[in-house]
C-alpha cells in the first residue's frame, strides 16, 4: 500500500477541514441560530469528476465521482447540506459553477473573496450573533 507524502496528506486535511467541516459548522450554527435562513452551499463542477466529451453539458443529476481532495471534499459539503434538508428542514441550495471569472481574476478564487474581505465580514457576523444581535443581513455587490 502507497502512502501519501505529508505534503499530499496535509493538503487533503487542509481542504477537507476547510470545505466540509467548514460547510458543517456554518449548517450547525444556521439550523441553531436562523432556521429559516437560506443557506447557499458554493460547489465546484470538481464534483463531477473527470469529464468526458460526450458527458458535456453535465446534468445536474449527474453523478458526483470526485477524483480531488478539493472535489471530494466539495462532495461532503454537499452532501451534508442535503443531510440537512432532509434531517433538519434547513433551507440550503447546492450551486456547483464550473468556471468562475471577473475582473482581476488572476487565481484561485479564495484569495479573491480573502482579499475582498470576507473574513473580516465572516468574523463580523460572528461577534454580531455572539453579542446577541440576530438582526437581518443584507449584502450588496
Known amino acids: 500500500m502507497r502512502r501519501p507524502n505529508s505534503g499530499r496528506a ?3 486535511l487542509t481542504t477537507f477541514r476547510a470545505n466540509a467541516l467548514g460547510t458543517l459548522n456554518v ?6 441560530l436562523t432556521p429559516d435562513a437560506v443557506i ?3 460547489g465546484s463542477s470538481a ?8 458527458a458535456v453539458p453535465v446534468r445536474e443529476d449527474a453523478a458526483l465521482l470526485a477524483v480531488s481532495p478539493y472535489g471530494i471534499s466539495k462532495v461532503a459539503a454537499d452532501l451534508l447540506a442535503g443531510l440537512f434538508a432532509r434531517a433538519y428542514g434547513l433551507h440550503t441550495v447546492c450551486a456547483r459553477p ?7 481574476k488572476t487565481g484561485e ?15 463580523l457576523i460572528a461577534g ?4 446577541g444581535m440576530h438582526l437581518p443581513i443584507t449584502v450588496e455587490s
Open 128 to 131: 454580531h450573533y455572539e453579542a
Open 98 to 104: 464550473f468556471f468562475v471569472t471577473g475582473p482581476g
Open 40 to 42: 447557499v452551499v458554493a
Open 27 to 32: 449548517l450547525q450554527v444556521a439550523r441553531e
Open 10 to 12: 496535509w493538503i487533503l
Open 47 to 54: 464534483e463531477y469528476g473527470s469529464l468526458t466529451p460526450e
Open 109 to 123: 478564487i479564495v484569495w479573491h473573496f480573502n482579499r475582498a474581505g470576507s473574513f473580516e465580514f465572516a468574523c
